[in-house]
């Protein structure tokens, strides 16, 4: 697949380009996505919900100008509803219309052609005129088994098959990627079959750095205290104490929240007063309560002011008489 210039000429293009729409990937998602990108394979990802999957396909989408076609999974998902299906309303019609002038075969050939046919968002994805579509198959985990193997000539091949009409071919290959939260294990034909990303939870300047896209309204110091604070809340101890840590979006909605509520800056009480924003299950906004939300803004705030004596110090201070020196072909970090 042949890449065009412009956003997806390199890695760092395309990691500029997705900032460009609002979409702060790290070096390691860009990667993934120029792969796929380049190599023409379908990309899963996977990780825990919130962290920015369907988000990448709706910035990807923006960022390459194709349309964004989604199928979202759910249990008991049907090839019609993926694919496609007869319109058997105006089939009917039609014959009724055409009854007495033709013989059967006739008729069976003219109510299965193309016009009679409802095109899903897979059969759309493959029939899309340049430059393509971007199609999200999103919560494939949702799905169940059968489902998954139907989707394996599509995967593969970029195509499908209707018995009507025959084998249905890509006009333009689409980018396509799959999401799925690990609600059950999928099967390996449909991982062999694409990219494979782990997607996790942002470090603290990306997650700033999303907060202060989104919410722009939002005061510098709010704006790093709230990315800070959810940070917080995802770490041990206090991850263990949640069924479900707060996600990007929710991160940006209490931000909205706080600026909507005049916050300056974090108390216990603001927290345990919003906390529905960050937690959607009734017994993880009960375990926020004020001396957990105490608890956690003091190791927040020493955490802070760590990271500052840190960037002060110089973050890599020069090692020891007593240690090796290291050697200047070290390897490069991951990014």
């Not at 990937?25 to 919900?49: I, S, Y």
Request: proline share 7%; with cysteine; net charge negative.
């Amino acid at each position: 697949m042949t890449l065009p210039s412009g956003p997806t000429a390199s890695i760092d293009a395309l990691q500029a380009a997705l900032q460009t729409v609002g979409y702060y990937a790290d070096r390691r998602l860009a990667t993934a996505a120029f792969l796929a990108l380049k190599l023409g394979r379908p990309l899963l990802l996977e990780g825990e919900p919130g962290v920015g999957k369907t988000e990448l396909a709706k910035a990807l989408a923006a960022v390459l100008a194709r349309p964004l076609l989604r199928l979202q999974c759910f249990d008991g998902l049907e090839q019609r509803e993926a694919l496609y299906e007869w319109n058997y309303a105006a089939q009917l019609l039609h014959l009724r219309a055409a009854e007495g002038s033709n013989t059967a075969e006739e008729l069976e050939q003219e109510v299965y052609q193309p016009r009679y046919l409802v095109r899903r968002p897979l059969l759309q994805a493959l029939q899309t005129p340049e430059p393509g579509a971007l199609l999200l198959i999103d919560e494939v985990d949702r799905a169940d088994e059968p489902f998954e193997a139907f989707l394996l000539e599509y995967l593969g091949e970029y195509q499908v098959s209707i018995p009507e009409l025959g084998t249905v071919r890509a006009a333009v290959p689409p980018v396509t990627l799959l999401t799925s939260n690990r609600t059950r294990e999928l099967h390996d034909a449909v991982r062999r079959r694409c990219l494979y990303h782990w997607l996790d939870y942002p470090e603290r300047e990306r997650e700033l750095a999303i907060v202060r896209a989104q919410v722009p309204e939002a005061p510098a110091q709010l704006a790093a205290q709230v990315a800070a604070f959810v940070q917080q809340l995802r770490s041990a101890p206090y991850g263990d104490r949640f069924q479900r840590a707060p996600g990007i979006a929710e991160t940006a909605e209490w931000a909205r929240a706080l600026v909507a509520l005049d916050t300056i800056a974090l108390d216990p009480e603001v927290v345990v007063d919003t906390a529905g924003i960050l937690f959607k299950q009734r017994d993880d906004v009960a375990a926020l309560n004020l001396a957990l939300a105490d608890e956690a803004l003091q190791a927040m705030r020493a955490g802070e002011q760590q990271r500052i004596e840190q960037q002060g110090q110089g973050e890599h201070p020069a090692p020891p008489a007593s240690a090796p020196t290291p050697s200047p072909a070290g390897g490069r970090g991951a990014g």
